[in-house]
């Protein structure tokens, strides 16, 4: 009789072992996701871009995800800074902004062919006598957001790595708020030349008319951190970590075979990595990215035509 009362409790508890290895034991949370804008696409593109990945987070965890868009890079930091967002989709130097606010920490990182990074491109006209970055000299030029890793902060530090003083060697500087506008400045010979992310022209090109051949790539930055996840640090860390293990492996999950995860501008990844090393991520984006604010204010007034 012992043997079998023993026999019959190890089977049950076995259900309650495996409940407790699985992320299975939130009570009713509740948790606001915040994407940044996605560049030439919609809100509703953006929120779809997502919603696969936190719908079967959802169903792995049962914690309740509620994603909407900001209205641009900075709006995302000041909803993380205010405690209005739990998880957050950032560029690389928005992020930054809100941890150095206390108000980010690394969550995940995507992963496409092995790799977690993305590139800056500078484009021309495809008739532009333009061949390298340093030709920018006397050439009028334009920018993305100004909190926006790939349009501008990592152009700007590919400029004075050059030998190039952005603010007085550009003939004309214009700040246009978005990758795609930048592009389509260029296509439309407005301006001499543009930066943009690698996807983010490559998207540009397959939602407009316009082909490659409108385009000549004159230069491409260094490797770049990829656009990370975040969660907001105010939450329980049981929490956090549950969601976190729940994002790495959910790619590896039966029911999720058929799950397309995608990432900035809308691209396929392989996976999300949840335990990327966050001093790493932040020394190797500190590296490429890194600008004198003295300059950003400098480039500021030259686009609003303050030459003072």
Not at 50 to 66: I, N, S
Not at 114 to 143: C, H, K, M
Not at 151 to 159: D, E, G, I, Q
Request: hydrophobic letters at 45%.
């Amino acid at each position: 009789m012992s043997k079998l009362f023993a026999v019959t409790a190890f089977f049950l508890v076995i259900p309650v072992l495996l409940a407790s290895c699985s992320p299975q034991n939130s009570d009713a949370v509740n948790l606001t996701v915040m994407v940044v804008p996605t560049d030439g696409g919609t809100s509703d593109g953006a929120i779809a871009d997502f919603q696969p990945l936190f719908d079967a987070v959802a169903k792995d965890t049962g914690v309740t995800f509620k994603l909407s868009v900001g209205t641009s890079y900075i709006s995302v930091v000041e909803a993380m800074a205010a405690g209005k967002v739990d998880v957050a989709f950032f560029g690389p130097i928005s992020y930054l902004l809100a941890k150095k606010r206390g108000a980010a920490e690394l969550l995940a990182v995507g992963v496409r062919d092995g790799r977690s990074e993305y590139f800056s491109l500078l484009l021309a006209g495809p008739d532009s006598n333009i061949e390298t970055i340093s030709d920018l000299v006397g050439s009028s030029v334009a920018f993305g957001d100004v909190n926006s890793t790939s349009s501008f902060n990592v152009p700007v530090k590919m400029l004075m790595n050059a030998g190039i003083d952005p603010p007085k060697d550009l003939s004309e500087v214009l700040i246009l708020g978005n990758h795609s506008s930048a592009l389509q400045a260029v296509a439309a010979g407005v301006v001499d030349a543009a930066f943009a992310s690698a996807d983010s022209y490559e998207r540009f090109l397959n939602n407009t008319a316009n082909k490659a051949s409108d385009f000549k790539v004159i230069a491409k930055s260094k490797p770049i951190p990829y656009p990370p996840l975040a969660i907001n640090p105010r939450l329980d860390e049981p929490l956090k970590k549950q969601i976190r293990w729940s994002i790495h492996n959910i790619h590896k999950k039966t029911q999720n075979q058929s799950l397309q995860l995608r990432g900035y501008a809308g691209k396929p990844l392989d996976k999300f990595d949840a335990y990327y090393d966050e001093d790493t991520y932040v020394e190797s984006l500190s590296s490429v990215a890194t600008v004198n604010t003295a300059v950003k204010e400098a480039l500021i007034r030259r686009a609003l035509g303050d030459d003072s």
